[in-house]
């Protein structure tokens, strides 16, 4: 089987290749930096880890590589105005937007959406930075640099958040996993909760549908290959797109132990072309984002709890690490979400409590 490079070498890219471990795929996660002469990328699968990263000697290289897989896509989806145009042309649900080219649109932009718009950066911002909420008379606070450089949206007054984590092959074959609920504070999502479709029906006839067919749309549109994540706000019967992901994604981690094929794993086989078959959610799952928070071997005295650590140097605001508590039993699940809550520090507790309460 080919190798597989992967651009950036962070704990995406580390995963994947624990992912290719057991069927023996190869997976290189090679740093924006490296030589090109020291990556093995001529007879090499080619991915990546993020949407856009700088020029350098390999990442110029790697422009020309016929097996660079999305290579056209990557730039096109992480820049949010050609995110926003391709949703507007397949006719998909998003939050009403416009592009931010000059402070003498404030007046227009509240007449048109409203008195409480988000501003966002179009490249970059991700986990709460390079964004900035909006009410009348805050616009003057807003660093000059932002005109022509944002996009404004309506702020959407959602009752709930999820995620559709799906992967396509070159021959148009694709699949899902269940909708995932996620619990985002300041911009960074801190808890998922993802429930089989028998421990979630309602929910899912009433989304699953609908989100899978918004997000076939895109990847068929794109000829996209590998996973891609969908991330939605719940608006009363509807589903409005607020971002994609043309990679594996943070609120997928649950299925490293709460499923069939983990994320990481699926992508591989999109891009090598191994067999897709239906994924089995075995059992509900949380996953809870460790950030900026010190490794606790008390965490591992918990039998269901798994610990996905990334050897990232601990930092407020850093996504260091991540743990997912999956079992059959909604009650033994929660019963280990209480025992676990003492454990982490305070800023964790509303996120845990958010988990009970979707597992009720």
Same mark, same amino acid.
């Given at each position: ?197 028998? +421990? *979630? $029906?309602?929910?899912? =006839?009433?989304?699953? /549908?609908?989100?899978?067919?918004? !997000?076939? @749309? ?109 079992? +059959? *039993? $909604?009650?033994?699940? =929660?019963?280990?979400? /209480?025992?676990?809550?003492?454990? !982490?520090? @305070? ?14």
């Amino acid at each position: 089987m080919k190798p597989v490079c992967v651009l950036g070498n962070g704990q995406l890219g580390r995963m994947l290749r624990q992912a290719g471990e057991p069927l023996g795929i190869t997976v290189y996660p090679v740093g924006l930096d490296a030589e090109p002469e020291a990556v093995p990328y001529q007879s090499s699968v080619i991915t990546a880890e993020i949407e856009r990263w700088p020029e350098t000697a390999l990442t110029r290289e790697l422009a020309h590589h016929k097996a660079f897989i999305n290579r056209d896509i990557f730039p096109r989806l992480a820049d949010r105005l050609p995110q926003k145009q391709l949703m507007d042309t397949l006719g998909l649900a998003t939050a009403p937007w416009k592009l931010l080219s000059s402070p003498d649109q404030w007046p227009q932009l509240f007449t048109e959406l409203g008195n409480f718009i988000i501003v966002k950066r179009r490249t970059g911002g991700y986990d709460g930075r390079g964004q900035w909420r909006i009410r009348p008379g805050d616009e003057a606070t807003l660093p000059p640099e932002v005109y022509g450089e944002c996009i404004v949206e309506q702020g959407i007054p959602f009752s709930g958040e999820v995620s559709l984590v799906g992967a396509r092959n070159a021959k148009g074959e694709s699949v899902f996993y269940t909708l995932t609920h996620n619990l985002h504070q300041e911009g960074i999502l801190r808890t998922s909760v993802a429930l089989p479709d028998s +421990a *979630d $029906k309602q929910f899912q =006839q009433k989304f699953q /549908q609908k989100a899978e067919k918004m !997000l076939s @749309a895109i990847m068929n549109h794109l000829s996209y290959v590998g996973v891609m994540a969908m991330e939605c706000f719940i608006v009363g019967d509807n589903l409005l797109i607020n971002e994609l992901a043309p990679r594996v994604h943070n609120s997928g981690h649950w299925t490293q132990n709460g499923a069939s094929i983990s994320q990481f794993e699926l992508h591989l086989r999109a891009l090598l072309n191994l067999p897709m078959p239906q994924l089995e959610i075995f059992a509900p799952s949380v996953m809870i984002n460790l950030i900026g928070t010190e490794i606790n071997p008390a965490w591992l005295s918990l039998p269901l709890v798994r610990l996905h650590w990334y050897e990232k140097e601990v930092r407020p605001v850093r996504k260091v690490g991540h743990l997912n508590v999956t079992h +059959a *039993d $909604k009650g033994t699940l =929660q019963s280990t979400l /209480q025992e676990l809550a003492p454990l !982490l520090p @305070a800023e964790y507790q509303s996120g845990l409590e958010w988990a009970q309460s979707k597992l009720n």
